[in-house]
């Protein structure tokens, strides 16, 4: 069965910082480019962050561009977001998601972890 | 970037009846090369993440009901539920993956009449 299970949310001050994690299992990790996608409470989705299989290259959405940093260990199967200088603005709930179908296209998501941005 | 619009916001369907929600972007999501559309149906259950539908705007994933399929080429898409079932009441989301950044629609809520 495949798991990503997501774990570092909680609530954190404007100008803060927080650390995902993402841990995978039940598929060949190494061999899936992964996301982070995230949903603002009652908002939709916006897709945050993209890595490919080796970690060779990342992309974002330009709203988090120099603040978060998405990274992963395929030994551990795991996928990290580093998220820096936090705003009200990023209070959201945080997907993994593995893309392997198609380029950018999510076969798999995780349940996500609640990160609130406030003071 | 690329702006997907859905509609309707909402809609309403007999159960057994059919819904049809559309998805427009403002440029084609027709990768030339392989001519794949690089457009996805995902839905979304209350207090679940997103699941899977349809991905190159016509192919259904894994074990998603033949009730659910996909049209469309270019700008203009359409996910139809032939025959709306109790389990079926979600919010579905359109999605392109033609380029960075990838986006989604602002989705649309489908219940029971």
């Known amino acids: 069965e495949v798991q990503l299970v997501e774990s570092g949310g909680g609530l954190v001050q404007p100008g803060g910082s927080l650390r995902l994690s993402c841990a995978g299992s039940g598929f060949t990790f190494k061999n899936y480019w992964m996301s982070w996608v995230r949903q603002a409470p009652g908002k939709g989705l916006e897709w945050v962050a993209h890595?490919?299989?080796?970690?060779?290259?990342?992309y974002y959405v330009d709203s988090v561009k120099g603040r978060f940093t998405i990274s992963r260990d395929n030994a551990k199967t795991s996928l990290s977001l580093q998220m820096n200088s936090l705003r009200a603005e990023d209070t959201s709930m945080y997907y993994c998601?593995?893309?392997?179908?198609?380029?950018?296209?999510?076969?798999?998501w995780g349940q996500g972890t609640l990160v609130t941005v406030s003071s | 970037d690329i702006v997907l619009t859905q509609s309707p916001d909402s809609l309403a369907v007999s159960l057994g009846e059919r819904a049809t929600i559309n998805c427009k972007s403002t440029?084609?999501?027709?990768?030339?090369?392989?001519?794949?559309?690089?457009l996805a149906w995902y839905q979304q259950k209350p207090g679940q993440p997103p699941k899977l539908l349809i991905y190159w705007a016509s192919t259904r994933d894994f074990g998603v009901p033949v009730r659910f399929s996909g049209s469309g080429s270019g700008t203009d898409f359409t996910l139809t539920i032939s025959s709306l079932q109790p389990e079926d009441v979600a919010v579905y989301y359109c999605q392109q993956s033609y380029v960075i950044p990838f986006t989604f629609g602002p989705g649309t809520e489908v219940d029971i009449k």
């Open positions: 998601a593995a893309a392997g179908r198609s380029w950018g296209t999510f076969d798999y």
């Open positions: 890595i490919k299989e080796d970690g060779s290259e990342m």
């Open positions: 440029q084609s999501v027709l990768r030339s090369s392989n001519s794949k559309n690089y």
